[in-house]
């Protein structure tokens, strides 16, 4: 008797102890969430939809990707058609000249060079020295070029800038996928881990119940003397023991429900925390996942990022080579005065055409030469790292290929193990129960086949866990849930 009230003691510590934090725990998630409503089984494609949709990493990277959007426009600036205006007039003097010009200026795309237009026009009288400064009464019309032959004529700072800049959004773009696919291969672990911690809960519910079924019988038996005593004792203290083993799974299904919740979102993107009542079954918690078998190197983000990083040096090259080079560059412009003869005389009519050469070397150049040689041993540096690269990828495809057809062998196997143990535990049940068994062997079939089912979980579990891993290692955005690819909401 005295045992009796010690394992009855030790039931009720047990739920004493449990129940405060179960309570506190769902006090805490109420605060940091809200709660599914649902009644259908929550869904692994479900999951990843909200994550696609919600997830803060995934909003702050397309924000990012804004970001370099906006960095191309900046670089795209320097092409901006500029117009100024300048005016002068001697107020105090022997000369009273004043003189106006407006002028619009073009940088070429595809030179360095530039287009102009220039309106000018002047009154009153300049020195000798500021001749030119005279128009006639309705002023002067001109229009030029510069055009770049040698320096500048291919690419020049500008135009690097702004093909540099497209490479960034390229690479941001890239980064967003990166950021997704591991959103959602967390997602996907996530979703898996909760419904693990879900089915082992009523796999241990299930093995309890046997126990509490069992309670009631075991007390008549006792009480009509055909059982002794001691026998009521220890089916009890195995009940305390499974009811522990419900309480730690009860704790760890909540744990993964909290963690879901940073993927399960709903449609104002606040954490959804899912309970019981919306656990799928054993059959569909992990065969959602298809991976597509064929596989495209180009298509790993991390590889394709290197890639643009290689194209951007490539750039960067060129434009050293570009400063090697001297500098010669075109110069024309046309003019007409119009209206009547000005100040400035009669000369200032005739229209003018101007053509002009500029021509500049540097006899050392060692600024371009450094950079050259830099450029070309980055160059060089991001080759090696893209062969590696390929080969990292290579190698951990088949890794992870090996590991599912490892997983798939595990789960033919526990699944065997779990009907072999199922089958023993239901054929002790009988003989317990025909009284040609005794009360350990019946608890240890009963507990060996929960054992061998929570195992079988487990290796469905692990089998799901490397198809995501290999969907994420392949940019499979069908199998992650990107496609189509995530918005800004």
Request: net charge neutral; hydrophobic share 40%.
């Amino acid at each position: 008797m005295k045992m009796r009230c010690r394992v009855g003691m030790g039931a009720l510590l047990i739920a004493g102890t449990a129940c405060p934090a179960l309570a506190q725990s769902g006090h805490n998630t109420a605060q940091l969430s809200s709660r599914s409503t649902s009644a259908d089984p929550l869904t692994l494609e479900e999951v990843l939809q909200s994550s696609a949709r919600s997830a803060p990493d995934i909003i702050a990277a397309l924000a990012r990707n804004r970001q370099a959007e906006a960095r191309a426009l900046t670089a795209q600036g320097a092409f901006d058609t500029v117009f100024a205006v300048d005016g002068r007039s001697r107020v105090e003097g022997y000369y009273d000249g004043t003189e106006f010009a407006g002028k619009a200026e073009q940088p070429l795309m595809t030179n360095g060079g530039y287009v102009y237009g220039q309106y000018r026009v002047s009154r009153g009288d300049f020195p000798i020295y500021e001749d030119k400064a005279y128009t006639n009464k309705l002023g002067e019309v001109k229009v030029g070029a510069l055009y770049s032959l040698l320096r500048d004529r291919l690419i020049d700072a500008r135009r690097s800038e702004f093909r540099l800049s497209a490479n960034d959004i390229d690479i941001a773009r890239f980064e967003t996928k990166a950021t997704s696919i591991g959103v959602q291969a967390r997602a996907i672990d996530a979703y898996q881990k909760w419904a693990a911690a879900g089915l082992k809960l009523k796999a241990y519910q299930a093995l309890m119940a046997l126990a509490q079924d069992r309670t009631q019988g075991i007390k008549r038996q006792v009480d009509l003397g055909a059982k002794p005593d001691i026998l009521l004792t220890e089916n009890e203290a195995n009940l305390v023991k499974r009811q522990a083993l419900v309480v730690e799974a009860r704790q760890d299904f909540r744990a993964a429900a909290v963690k879901l919740s940073l993927y399960y979102r709903d449609d104002q993107g606040l954490p959804v925390v899912v309970d019981e009542a919306r656990l799928p079954d054993a059959a569909s918690a992990f065969g959602a996942l298809r991976v597509d078998p064929a596989f495209n190197l180009e298509g790993r983000p991390d590889f394709a990022i290197l890639l643009e990083e290689i194209d951007k040096t490539t750039i960067k090259l060129a434009l050293a080579r570009n400063d090697m080079k001297p500098r010669l560059d075109l110069n024309g412009e046309v003019a007409k005065d119009v209206g009547p003869v000005g100040l400035g005389g009669s000369n200032r009519t005739p229209l003018e055409v101007i053509v002009g050469v500029t021509f500049k070397v540097p006899l050392q150049n060692r600024k371009a030469k450094g950079k050259l040689a830099e450029t070309q041993a980055k160059i060089d540096e991001l080759s090696i790292k893209q062969r590696f690269l390929a080969e990292k990828i290579r190698a951990e495809v088949t890794a992870i290929g090996i590991e599912v057809e490892t997983a798939n062998q595990l789960v033919d196997t526990t699944e065997r193990e779990r009907t072999l143990a199922e089958r023993l535990a239901s054929a002790e049940r009988r003989r317990f129960e025909l009284g040609s068994s005794d009360f350990f062997l019946v608890n240890q079939r009963e507990e060996s086949a929960t054992n061998a089912a929570v195992k079988l979980i487990e290796a469905r579990a692990r089998i799901a866990a490397a198809r995501a891993e290999l969907a994420a290692a392949t940019a499979d955005e069908d199998a992650l849930g990107l496609n189509p690819a995530p918005t800004l909401p």
